[in-house]
C-alpha cells in the first residue's frame, strides 16, 4: 500500500469510527475518544522534534500546561470567551517555545533531554508556589465549556459529550492539516536530513537552528492547542498539568504507534487511552497487563504499530511458489 | 577584480591544545581550477577543510570567498554561498532513500517555495517534482541511478562516498570541497570518481581535492598544494611537486609519488 493509499483509508477508518460514536451516543465511549482526540494533537506535536527533527523534548508538556492555564486565567480572571482563550493559548504557548528554544536549541543529545526536562519541572514548582496566579496546588477551577461555531453545523457546546467530543475532534483535524502541510512543504526534509546527519544538512546549506526553531513552534503551539482544549472539557487546571505522567503517555503514544510516521502519533494516542479501559476486566491485573502490551508492542513493533504490515505476514505465511530448478548443464 | 581569486586562505592557524594543526597556511585557489591537496596523514588536511567550510574556527588568519571575508561565518550560510564541502568518512541521510538524500542537497535551491510548499500549491508541486528530476539526473551522473530507491545506509561504503557526491553536487556549488572521494572506493569506483570531477571542473565548478591516489592528482590536477605537519611545503603544477626534493622527503616511506 502507498502512503496515499494508507492515508486514505487512515481517514476513512477515523470517519466511520467517529460516526459510530455519534450515532451509539454513549457517554463512556465518547470521553474515551475525546481524550483519545486531546491526546493525538499532543502525540503529533511532539512527534515534530522527537520524530522529525530527531531532538526528544522531554519537556513538551510543557505547552500542554501553558495552554491550560493560559485558558484558565483568560477565561476566569479577565472574562475571556474560550474561543478567544483559545487563540491566545496557542499563540502563547507559541511565544514560550521559542524563548525556551533559545535555550535548548544550543544543546543536543541528552543535553537537550535534561534541559527541557528542567523547563517542565520549573513551570510545575511556578504553579504550586505562584499562589496569587495560579491558586497554587488548588488550581483554578470552573472553566466555562468549550464552545464555538461550526460552519454547517451551528453552535457546539462541550456541555455534553457529544459536542465535546466534537470539539475535540475538531481541534485533532486542525492539527493533522497543520503538521501535514508544513512537514509536507518541505520543511519536513529539512527536518529529516537534520536529524539523520547534522553536519551533513549543514554542508548542503540547510540552517539547523532555523528549522529547529520551526519544529519547536509548531510543536508548542499545538500542546497550547491540546492543553486549551482539556482545560476547557475537564473544568479546571490545577498543576498536575505538568505532571510527568501525561509527559509519559504522550511519548507512549508516539513510540507506540511510530516515531517520525505521520499516523502513528495519532493511532498511538487512540490506543494508549482506549487499551487500559478494555482492561479493566482485568481489574486489578489491568496496569501489570498494560505494561506486558507494551513490551509486547516495543518488542514486535519497534518502529511502531503503523510499520507492521500484517498483510505481508499472510503473504510470508502461504506456500510460495517453487523456485525454478537450475537448467542442467548439459556436457560440453 | 577578474583576477582575484575565489578562495583566498590567509595565515591560517589552528592549534588542538598543545598541537599545532595548521601553521600559517597560506594560498589561494582561481574560478574555474581543479587543485589538489596532498600531504602524509595527519599533515591537517581536513582541519584545512574544516576550517574553510565553517565546521571550525581558525585560531588565526582568515578566508576569503568570492571578495568576502567569512570570519565567523556559519557552515551552512558558506554551502549558500557556493562553498560546499564532502566529508571524510561517507556522509549520507542514512534512513532515506539515494534520491530523497540527493533531493536534500537541492533543498536550499528550493527554500524560497517552502510557503508555496505550505499551501500545496500547483507551482510548489511542480517544483518537488522537478528537483526529484534534477536529482535522479545528478544519481545518474555519478553512476548510482540503479541504487535511488535504496535506503541510503543499506548501500556498501564505496557508493555511499560517491552518494556523498551525489549529494553535495545537488546543492550546484561554486566552489566544491572533497576530502578523499576516492578513499574506500574499488578501481572502478575511483575511476567514475575521477571522471565526474574532471566532467563538473570542465562545466566550471572550481574543484579543491584531497587526494591521496596519485594517479588521480597527477592525472587530474591543474596544481598540487602539498602541506606537511601543518605548513604548505610545495604549491606548483603536479610535474614540479612530483620532482620536489622537499615534498619528496615529506613523503619517503610514506607511499610511491611516482
Ligand atoms: N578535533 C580534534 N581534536 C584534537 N586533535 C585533532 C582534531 N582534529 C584533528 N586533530 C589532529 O590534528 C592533526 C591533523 O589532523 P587532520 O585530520 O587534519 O589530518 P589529515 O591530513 O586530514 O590526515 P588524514 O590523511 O589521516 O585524513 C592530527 O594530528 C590530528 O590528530
Ligand atoms: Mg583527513
Redesign the interface.
Known amino acids: 500500500m502507498s502512503a496515499r493509499v494508507r492515508i486514505s483509508l487512515g481517514l476513512a477508518v477515523a470517519t466511520g469510527a467517529a460516526a459510530a460514536l455519534f450515532i451509539v451516543d454513549d457517554a463512556y465511549l465518547m470521553r474515551i475518544a475525546t481524550l483519545g482526540a486531546i491526546f493525538a494533537i499532543l502525540a503529533l506535536g511532539l512527534n515534530l522534534t522527537a520524530g522529525h527533527l530527531g531532538l526528544f523534548d522531554f519537556g513538551y508538556i510543557l505547552y500542554f500546561g501553558i495552554g491550560g492555564y493560559t485558558t484558565a486565567l483568560l477565561t476566569l480572571r479577565a472574562g475571556w470567551s474560550w474561543e478567544a482563550a483559545l487563540v491566545a493559548s496557542v499563540l502563547m504557548s507559541v511565544a514560550v517555545g521559542l524563548l525556551v528554544g533559545v535555550v535548548v536549541l544550543r544543546l543536543r543529545g541528552p543535553y537537550f533531554v535534561i534541559a527541557t526536562f528542567s523547563f517542565l519541572t520549573v513551570a510545575y514548582y511556578v504553579a504550586i508556589n505562584w499562589k496569587e496566579v495560579t491558586n497554587g496546588p488548588l488550581g483554578l477551577i470552573g472553566l466555562p465549556a468549550p464552545a464555538f461555531n461550526l460552519p454547517a453545523i451551528g453552535r457546539v457546546e462541550a456541555l455534553d459529550p457529544a459536542g465535546a467530543l466534537a470539539i475535540a475532534l475538531t481541534g485533532l483535524l486542525i492539527a493533522v492539516a497543520v503538521v501535514w ?2 512537514v ?4 519536513g ?2 527536518w ?2 537534520i ?3 547534522e ?10 537552528t532555523a528549522y529547529a526553531f520551526l519544529a519547536l513552534a509548531v510543536s508548542a503551539g499545538l500542546g497550547g492547542l491540546g492543553g486549551s482544549i482539556y482545560a476547557g472539557y475537564v473544568g479546571i487546571v490545577t498543576p498536575e498539568i505538568f505532571a510527568f505522567g501525561h509527559m509519559v503517555n504522550v511519548l507512549l503514544m508516539v513510540v507506540i504507534g511510530g516515531t517520525g510516521t505521520f499516523l502513528g502519533p495519532i493511532v498511538g494516542a487512540f490506543l494508549v487511552e482506549t487499551v487500559p479501559e478494555l482492561l479493566r476486566v482485568a481489574e486489578s491485573f489491568r496496569l501489570p497487563i498494560f505494561g506486558l502490551l507494551l513490551i509486547a508492542a516495543i518488542l514486535f513493533a519497534p518502529q511502531g504499530v503503523v510499520s507492521l504490515r500484517p498483510w505481508r505476514a499472510l503473504r510470508a505465511g502461504r506456500p510460495r511458489v517453487p523456485p525454478v530448478p537450475p537448467v542442467e548443464e548439459g556436457p560440453a | 577584480m577578474t583576477d582575484a581569486p575565489l578562495l583566498a586562505v590567509q595565515g591560517l592557524s589552528r592549534r588542538f591544545g598543545g598541537l599545532v594543526a595548521l601553521d600559517d597556511l597560506t594560498f589561494a585557489i582561481r574560478q574555474g581550477e581543479l587543485v589538489s591537496l596532498i600531504g602524509p596523514n595527519g599533515a591537517g588536511k581536513t582541519t584545512a577543510f574544516n576550517l574553510i567550510a565553517g565546521f571550525l574556527a581558525p585560531t588565526s588568519g582568515r578566508v576569503v570567498y568570492a571578495g568576502r571575508d567569512l570570519t565567523g561565518m556559519a557552515p551552512h550560510r558558506r554551502a549558500r554561498l557556493g562553498l560546499v564541502r564532502t566529508f571524510q568518512q561517507a556522509a549520507v541521510f542514512g534512513d532515506q532513500t539515494a534520491v530523497d538524500c540527493v533531493v536534500a542537497g537541492s533543498h536550499v535551491r528550493a527554500e524560497a517555495g517552502i510557503q508555496a510548499g505550505f499551501f500545496g500549491t500547483p507551482g510548489a508541486r511542480r517544483d518537488e517534482a522537478s528537483r526529484y528530476e534534477a536529482a535522479l539526473e545528478v544519481l545518474r551522473l555519478c553512476g548510482l541511478d540503479s541504487r535511488a530507491t535504496s535506503r541510503a545506509s543499506d548501500l556498501p561504503y564505496g557508493e555511499q562516498k560517491v552518494l556523498g557526491i551525489a549529494i553535495a553536487l545537488a546543492s550546484r556549488p561554486r566552489l566544491l570541497m572533497l576530502d578523499e572521494p576516492t578513499a574506500g572506493l574499488n578501481a572502478v569506483e575511483s575511476e567514475s570518481v575521477s571522471a565526474i570531477l574532471d566532467r563538473i571542473n570542465e562545466q566550471g565548478v572550481t574543484v579543491f581535492v584531497v587526494e591521496h591516489d596519485m594517479r588521480v592528482v597527477m592525472g587530474l590536477s591543474d596544481r598540487v598544494i602539498v602541506l606537511d605537519h601543518g605548513q604548505v611545503i610545495a604549491d606548483d603544477t603536479p610535474d614540479r611537486v612530483r620532482a620536489d626534493d622537499a615534498v619528496i622527503r615529506a613523503y619517503l616511506g610514506d607511499f610511491d609519488i611516482a
Open positions: 502541510r508544513v509536507e512543504s518541505g520543511a526534509r529539512a529529516h536530513a536529524r539523520d546527519n553536519d551533513l544538512a549543514a554542508s548542503v546549506g540547510i540552517d539547523a
